[in-house]
C-alpha cells in the first residue's frame, strides 16, 4: 500500500533529508586518497547526530556502519572498514537520517583523486540519469515512466541498470511501496499522485548488470569487475513540479 504524506508530514521529511544532504556535502570534502572508509563513517554518524537525528542505516537489519561505502565494482551496501581510497577509485556513498519519526535517504558516487574519463562519464551518466526519470515525477505519470527514462538514458549512454535491487517509497519506514525499477516499459503501474514519496536510485554499471552479494551478506559487487556508480534522492510528488526533498 502506498502512503501518501501529507503536506505537515512532506516538512517533517524535508528536516531529515536537509541532514542527509549536509553530511554528503561534509564528506565531499572528506573523499581524497589516503582516508579510509571508516574514517567517512564517524565524520558522518557525527554529523548527523549534530543535528539531533539517527542514522538511519545502523542497525537497519543488522547493518553495522551509519553510510554505505561503495568502492568501484561494489554497487550498494558496502560496509566502511579500514580499506584506504586510492586516487583513481569511484566511491558510492549512501546516507539515511531519521528525525521526528520521518526518513531521509539520499546517494552520491564521488572520484577519488584523478580517475579514468570513462568512469568520470559513468558517474555523470548516473546522475543525470536520475534527473530524467525525474521529469515524469509528475501526477497522472505512471510509476514505470520513471523507470524507463532512467534505463533508456542509461542505455543510450552505453552502460547498464541494474535489476536485481530497486528504489522505493519512504516515510515512517526507510522502505515503504512502491518498489521503483530502473527498468521496464512505460506506462505500467500505479499513476503517481501528490502526497507520494519516492526514494529513486539509479545503480548503473560499466559493463554488464548482473551483480552479486559477498559472504558478508551486505555488499553488492557486479559480477564482471566493472565500476559501479549509485545516484539517489528522495522526490515528493506535488500537484505541481515534484520536490527534491534531500537537498540543503
Known amino acids: 500500500m502506498i502512503i501518501i504524506k501529507s503536506k505537515k508530514e512532506i516538512e517533517y521529511m524535508k528536516e531529515a533529508g536537509k541532514i542527509v544532504a549536509y553530511t554528503h556535502e561534509l564528506l565531499r570534502e572528506y573523499i581524497k586518497p589516503g582516508i579510509t572508509t571508516k574514517e567517512l563513517d564517524h565524520i558522518a554518524e557525527n554529523e548527523i547526530r549534530k543535528h539531533g537525528a539517527i542514522p538511519a542505516f545502523k542497525g537497519y537489519h543488522g547493518f553495522p556502519a551509519t553510510i554505505c561505502a ?14 584506504t581510497l586510492e586516487d583513481g577509485d569511484i566511491i558510492s556513498i549512501d546516507i539515511g537520517a ?6 531521509g535517504d539520499a546517494a552520491r558516487t564521488h572520484a577519488v583523486g584523478n580517475v579514468s574519463e570513462e568512469a568520470s562519464r559513468l558517474i555523470q551518466v548516473t546522475k543525470q540519469s536520475f ?12 510509476l514505470s515512466d520513471i ?3 532512467v534505463q533508456k538514458y542509461v542505455e543510450e549512454n552505453g552502460f547498464s541498470v541494474v535489476r536485481d535491487f530497486v528504489g522505493h ?9 512502491p518498489q521503483i525499477p530502473n527498468y521496464g516499459l512505460p506506462g505500467k503501474g500505479p499513476r503517481l ?3 507520494m514519496v519516492l526514494a529513486i536510485e539509479p545503480m548503473v554499471n560499466m559493463g554488464s548488470y548482473h551483480v552479486k552479494t559477498l559472504l558478508d551478506n551486505w555488499t553488492v559487487v557486479t559480477i564482471d569487475g566493472k565500476y559501479s556508480a549509485h545516484y539517489e534522492h528522495s522526490v515528493a510528488i506535488t500537484e505541481d513540479e515534484p520536490i527534491i526533498l534531500t537537498t540543503i
Open 70 to 83: 561503495s568502492i568501484n565494482e561494489e554497487v550498494v551496501h558496502g560496509i566502511p572498514g579500514l580499506k
Open 169 to 177: 517509497g519512504i516515510g515512517q519506514n526507510m522502505h515503504e511501496d
Open 147 to 149: 523507470s524507463h527514462a
Open 193 to 195: 499522485k501528490s502526497g
Open 131 to 142: 534527473y530524467e526519470g525525474l521529469k515524469f515525477c509528475k501526477e497522472g505519470y505512471r
Open 98 to 103: 531519521v528525525i521526528n519519526g520521518y526518513y
